[in-house]
């Protein structure tokens, strides 16, 4: 500490007897503190400052290739909207994208229409072996192919399963995973948590179900020359297709369970699917049974999964 004396005297925050000038080094610090910890009020539009004390900062080799290519249309200073820039050079031709406007009051009943039809939606675990219209589910598929998806690299494989043989073996696979699991792999909370939905390891719709869609994620995908393709996100996007999947079985007036007979390697075995795809999600859909019930869940209320800020 000796030492450090001069050094400080040199600074000008030490006297020659040796007393610290305590003013002189407090007030850096407090200052460095309080701006520390009042950081946010100094940040920039693109820095965002969560109230969880998260942050993140904004980088523009993540976002320049959105907004490449576009103007904005300005009318008295004010932005009324962002239009394709003359010299945009995207590997896609474009073309224009004029869907009908709706009024606000269209809006307003198309929105509330189709909450009431997503709203009746339940998780059914009691099929009817009445057969569905192959063309169906080829729509179906269809519209889960019409998700969003990372650099459009579209990462999903559906696989319909309607041979009788096929759904056996998979049914005989996923109880005899799903009897472990209940057995010992699940927590005493997740039994717990189940134990309303009345679910246990047998699994019968899994052979009554006329049709299983068994959802595979793409991992990674081949080029045309056989270069492996990266998939990005490719997670979130198989996620959001199979929402979208589930939304038309329920559209088309059929019905599903979200079905996770965890682990589910059996799936790419039994139907030999290759390396680069893993299974994501057996999804059985057909009919309902006469004699079907379902639990009586209540979902969440608008001010419980909504904030607006
Ligand atoms: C990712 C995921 C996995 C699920 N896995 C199963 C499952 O393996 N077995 C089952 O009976 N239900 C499963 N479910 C269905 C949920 O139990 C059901 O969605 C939830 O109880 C809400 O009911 P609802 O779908 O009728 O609104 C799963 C749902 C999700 C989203």
């Given at each position: 500490m000796e030492s450090l004396w001069p050094v400080l005297e040199a600074l000008g925050v030490a006297s020659a007897d040796g007393v610290v000038k305590t003013l002189t080094l407090a007030v850096p610090l407090i200052a460095t503190l309080w701006y520390w910890s009042n950081r946010s009020l100094f940040s920039?539009?693109?820095q965002t400052a969560h109230p969880s004390g998260y942050c993140e900062r904004y980088d523009p080799r993540h976002y320049s290739e959105e907004v490449r290519g576009s103007e904005l249309v300005v009318e008295n200073g004010n932005a009324l909207e962002n239009v394709p820039s003359a010299e945009h050079d995207l590997a896609y031709p474009h073309r224009r994208f004029a869907p009908t406007i709706k009024s606000h009051a269209e809006l307003l009943a198309a929105s509330r229409a189709h909450y009431e039809m997503m709203n009746s939606r339940r998780s059914c675990r009691f099929f009817s072996t009445a057969p569905v219209p192959r063309e169906v589910i080829d729509n179906i598929v269809l519209t889960a192919g019409t998700a969003p998806s990372g650099a459009h690299m579209q990462p999903w494989t559906f696989v319909v399963v309607s041979d009788p043989g096929v759904k056996r073996a998979i049914r005989e696979a996923a109880e005899a995973e799903e009897r472990t699991n209940y057995d010992s792999r699940m927590s005493e909370e997740w039994k717990r948590d189940l134990a309303p939905l009345g679910?246990?390891?047998?699994?019968p719709f899994l052979e009554l179900a006329p049709y299983l869609i068994v959802v595979f994620k793409q991992t990674y995908g081949a080029r045309p020359d056989g270069t492996r393709a990266t998939h990005y996100y490719f997670e979130k996007s198989v996620g959001i297709a199979t929402g979208m999947l589930i939304g038309a079985i329920h559209a088309a007036g059929l019905t599903t369970l979200t079905h996770?007979?965890?682990?589910?390697?059996f799936l790419s075995f039994i139907l030999q699917r290759p390396p680069n795809e893993k299974p994501y999600l057996l999804l059985p859909v057909g009919y309902p049974a006469e004699a079907a019930t379902v639990p009586d869940l209540k979902r969440k209320a608008l001010s419980e999964i909504m904030t607006v800020v």
């Open positions: 920039v539009p693109w679910t246990d390891w047998q699994k996770t007979p965890t682990p589910m390697g």
